[in-house]
């Protein structure tokens, strides 16, 4: 089974740990000029990373800006990547615009017991780093991942082995990692 440890806007979370004064204000996260990341607040704005800094600006005046810290970013991550070497040895990392992603293999372990570790696994996160991600479990990464989107922060959900289909079937083709052209097509049919 893999785990997908999702943290949404990860650098944004990381900001605001210790300020409660950051916690509903959309935030800019800037190096130089451009957008380095940003809060899911200000990502509805339509704040993208790489966007100039005044257009980011434009699109959600209300936005706090703080200058981005990419080393914290990494050394937090790096962190939780020590957590998670205690508890699988294979461990890969992902990151878009809107998250950080940890794959690790648990291995043979039964359902509950998948579970049990999930939660541990929020636990200590919670405990080391003050952030709490969603867990996916699932035979494959991308069902994974489906997983700990749709059940949100500090929860887990456990998709059994030949249950995928059925779990990723109702959902829509948005999710499918698609090029443009190929998502069109899909629409289309």
């Known amino acids: 089974m893999i785990a997908c440890l999702l943290l949404p806007y990860f650098a944004a979370a990381i900001e605001r740990r210790f300020s409660s004064a950051l916690a509903s204000t959309p935030l800019l996260l800037a190096e130089g000029p451009r957008i380095f990341a940003m809060s899911a607040e200000a990502a509805v704005c339509g704040v993208r990373p790489g966007m100039a800094l005044n257009q980011a600006r434009s699109l959600c005046p209300q936005a706090r800006l703080i200058?981005?810290?990419?080393?914290?970013?990494?050394?937090?991550?790096?962190?939780?990547?020590?957590l998670l070497a205690e508890v699988s040895p294979k461990l890969e990392t992902e990151t878009d615009q809107t998250a950080t992603m940890i794959y690790a293999d648990c291995g043979a372990l039964n359902g509950r017991a998948q579970l049990a570790l999930a939660a541990d696994i929020q636990q200590?996160?919670?405990?080391?780093?003050?952030?709490?991600?969603?867990?996916?479990?699932?035979?494959?990464?991308?069902?994974?991942y489906i997983a700990a989107d749709a059940i949100g922060l500090n929860r887990s959900l456990l998709i059994a082995p030949g249950q995928e289909t059925g779990f990723l079937a109702p959902l829509p083709v948005s999710y499918l990692p698609l090029d443009r052209e190929l998502a069109r097509r899909f629409q289309l049919l």
């Open 124 to 144: 200590t996160i919670r405990a080391a780093v003050y952030m709490v991600p969603a867990i996916g479990l699932a035979t494959g990464k991308f069902p994974a």
């Open 67 to 82: 200058p981005a810290n990419p080393v914290q970013y990494q050394q937090t991550l790096n962190e939780i990547l020590a």
